[in-house]
């Protein structure tokens, strides 16, 4: 059965020509005239409307600054703390007080971290409110609806194809971490979410005559055990919410959801609606949410988000199409704040098969609106497809748990893509507990695999999560470290070598990086490369022809050497060379018949100070995304014995830091007992703590040449011979 949200038609019937002349003419002096109108319509129909007001907090109006009984004036905003947040609407609350007493509204719901109030309100009350100069927007409360559709299929690949199992076999799975799905009932004794459970919340409405609350006792709000699995027995009314849930955490030992390690918040905002109109073209009753309820549970998400370590939230229900952002939806603040927090909120695009459009309230620009693909690179026909999507994921015959039993249900639809990327969040968020939300965000998209549909001139990327956690980790970033810069020739002269090895010609792009810092200096791209050609290049020539970064601080002539970050459109191999000409010898020149060890955290045989002449410097690389620090572990390289450990000051991501061995010894006292007690002229040495390699540098001070001593060729293991056999046993096997 295919359910397409829709907004009530009811909410679009013409107000009373006298109705309409006055309202208008009274709004166009007030200033809070977001959604009035469709307000004004409803109430034009009904006689009533439910509303959502948007309170002033802390804002100058007419010259004056809005106080309240907590002194200063306290502007809500989305990256607040949520104690911060809830005083300033606590105060915004106290100013409004007194509009909503003079407008007679003695009913309404109020946020613990938002700066909203809702109420059911007459034309008058409406009127009222809107002129007040502490509400600064109205919007009608609107019906949304689930999105998912039944199939009959086999069990899927869904998780597979984001790359999901290869970040498990690194030890990402959201273990410590909690997903938030706001949906309907949930079967939390489905082996899949069995003991996964953190709360329960209930904030589904009743509203007239024909949509009533599931919550236990038939009344929003109910935070507690039981909650949120009214599931009553025959009913289908936790069918999608579980099934939603086991996609995100779900885990029975045998069947596995995306965030397999990951606990689980389930929070129930949908009612039952007995209205015809409302339910086509399915029958009724039904089972809707609205705006209202979804605010509701945003808001009780935001106050325990640091209790229950949630690191993303699921919606997959949806209202109307929109060809645009609709920034207007009360629920932008609440996703902002979330969002601040380094929250996603993934929300489902809509089964409209529409392209161009999504569905609210996908449409918000600060939520994580999830297209659906098959297990491939196929968008599926049902699924809305627009600029406004951030992200595709697997949405077609995924078997996930049913809402009535132990089984699996198979459904399809951007119900089911979103969990797939909510509970992705949670693996990205135990990988990287420090990324900003900007920085997972942008490394999901930017190693997602580029869908398209016929007749949309963008592509969507598909989610792949092991790839964005290796690219964010800086694997596989070609980083050289101190380059020599033109400025400095008496420090020798640098050359890259670029290899192609594929079969088609290709260019290399080089970004110079302040070596301390790892601030990007300027940006070289080089000519076309020929398949099976390579090219040589000085620094001069990169440093002359490349383009100076925005907002880049350096001097260039006062740069003495670079890190730069390598990246090329073919397969092959890089070179450093560098050439000191006082010598007349080239440095840096390595090859390995069986090819080069890639592990590049381990050193053997480093000079001591007792090689005086013959002076060993440690280079450390950050390749991750953070600033770290290196912690570098001494070993006898005639034992293995440990001796001791020293830990660098922070490096910034793309910098590093180069020290010799005689001044760490002088900050390891049992190094230095090696030294001088026990004579050691060696140290073998590993690197931990950070995400990127070491360099091994001898300055050999007689000649005054340096010799890179990093790369390490790999060892063939071959099998041991066989033991010799007894003569004994040899005559009785003969035997």
């Not at 709000?221 to 579980?242: E, F, K, L, Y």
Request: aromatic share 6%; charged share 15%; proline share 5%.
């Amino acid at each position: 059965m295919l359910i397409v949200s829709r907004l009530l038609s009811r909410l679009l019937t013409p107000l009373r020509a006298g109705v309409a002349v006055a309202a208008l003419a009274l709004l166009a002096a007030v200033p809070a005239v977001a959604d009035v109108g469709d307000a004004l319509k409803a109430v034009g129909r009904d006689g009533h409307a439910r509303v959502i007001m948007r309170m002033r907090t802390g804002q100058t109006m007419a010259g004056q600054t809005v106080m309240g009984q907590m002194g200063e004036a306290r502007v809500w905003a989305p990256g607040d703390s949520a104690v911060r947040q809830a005083q300033a609407v606590d105060q915004a609350m106290d100013n409004t007080s007194g509009a909503l007493r003079a407008a007679r509204v003695e009913k309404y719901r109020r946020f613990r971290t938002l700066p909203y109030v809702a109420a059911e309100v007459d034309r008058d009350q409406l009127l009222a409110l809107a002129a007040s100069a502490s509400v600064e927007a109205i919007y009608l409360v609107e019906i949304e609806r689930h999105t998912a559709l039944e199939t009959q299929a086999n069990l899927t690949l869904s998780v597979p194809s984001i790359d999901v199992p290869a970040a498990w076999s690194m030890g990402y799975d959201g273990t410590g971490l909690t997903v938030a799905v706001i949906d309907g009932g949930f079967n939390l004794n489905h082996p899949m979410l069995a003991g996964k459970v953190v709360g329960e919340a209930c904030f589904s409405h009743t509203f007239g005559t024909t949509i009533t609350s599931k919550c236990p006792g038939g009344a929003a709000p109910v935070i507690a055990v039981g909650a949120a699995s009214n599931c009553p027995q025959g009913s289908t009314r936790c069918d999608h919410g579980t099934h939603v849930a086991s996609i995100a955490v779900g885990n029975d030992g045998t069947n596995f959801g995306v965030a397999r390690g990951a606990k689980l918040l389930p929070i129930d905002v949908f009612s039952t609606d007995t209205d015809v109109a409302d339910c086509s073209p399915d029958p009724a009753p039904c089972e809707v949410t609205d705006s209202l309820a979804a605010l509701d549970a945003l808001d009780y998400v935001n106050q325990h988000a640091a209790e229950f370590k949630i690191a993303a939230v699921n919606i997959s229900f949806a209202g109307s199409l929109r060809d645009g952002f609709c920034d207007d939806d009360p629920r932008k603040a609440a996703i902002d704040m979330l969002r601040q927090k380094g929250i996603a909120v993934a929300i489902a695009a809509g089964n409209s098969g529409s392209t161009g459009k999504v569905a609210a309230p996908g449409c918000i620009s600060s939520a994580t609106t999830v297209g659906a693909s098959d297990n491939g690179t196929t968008v599926a026909s049902i699924s809305n497809f627009a600029t406004m999507v951030d992200v595709m994921a697997p949405g077609l015959n995924i078997a996930a748990a049913s809402g009535s039993g132990t089984g699996l249900a198979v459904k399809s639809g951007t119900s089911m893509a979103a969990p797939h990327v909510a509970g992705a969040w949670a693996i990205m968020r135990q990988a990287f507990p420090q990324a900003s939300f900007d920085q997972i965000d942008g490394m999901l998209k930017q190693t997602g695999l580029q869908l398209a549909r016929a007749g949309a001139t963008y592509t969507i990327p598909k989610i792949q999560v092991a790839a964005a956690i290796q690219k964010l980790k800086g694997k596989d970033r070609g980083i050289l470290n101190n380059v020599v810069s033109q400025n400095f020739p008496s420090l020798g002269q640098s050359y890259l070598r670029f290899f192609n090895t594929s079969t088609t010609p290709g260019a290399v792009t080089v970004s110079l990086r302040d070596a301390p810092t790892g601030s990007l200096v300027s940006t070289w791209t080089s000519p076309q490369i020929a398949p099976g050609a390579s090219a040589q290049v000085s620094m001069q020539t990169i440093e002359t022809n490349a383009v100076p970064a925005a907002g880049a601080n350096q001097t260039l002539t006062a740069i003495g050497s670079y890190n730069l970050d390598i990246a090329a459109t073919f397969p092959g191999y890089l070179q450093h060379v560098l050439w000191n000409r006082t010598a007349g010898v080239f440095a840096n020149l390595t090859s390995c018949g069986t090819g080069l060890v890639t592990d590049a955290t381990m050193i053997p045989n480093i000079h001591s100070s007792a090689l005086a002449t013959y002076v060993s410097r440690i280079r450390m690389v950050n390749t991750g995304v953070f600033a770290s620090k290196a912690t570098l572990s001494f070993t006898d390289p005639a034992s293995g014995l440990a001796i001791g450990a020293w830990v660098s000051p922070e490096i910034p991501s793309g910098g590093s830091i180069e020290i010799s061995v005689p001044q760490i010894e002088t900050q390891v006292p049992a190094l230095q007992t090696a030294v001088r007690a026990g004579g050691a002229l060696q140290f073998n040495v590993a690197l931990s703590g950070l995400s990127g390699y070491l360099q091994h540098v001898v300055d050999n001070q007689n000649v005054g040449v340096l010799v890179d001593m990093s790369p390490k060729c790999a060892l063939t293991v071959v099998p041991a011979p066989a033991a010799p056999v007894a003569k004994a046993a040899e005559l009785a096997a003969a035997k």
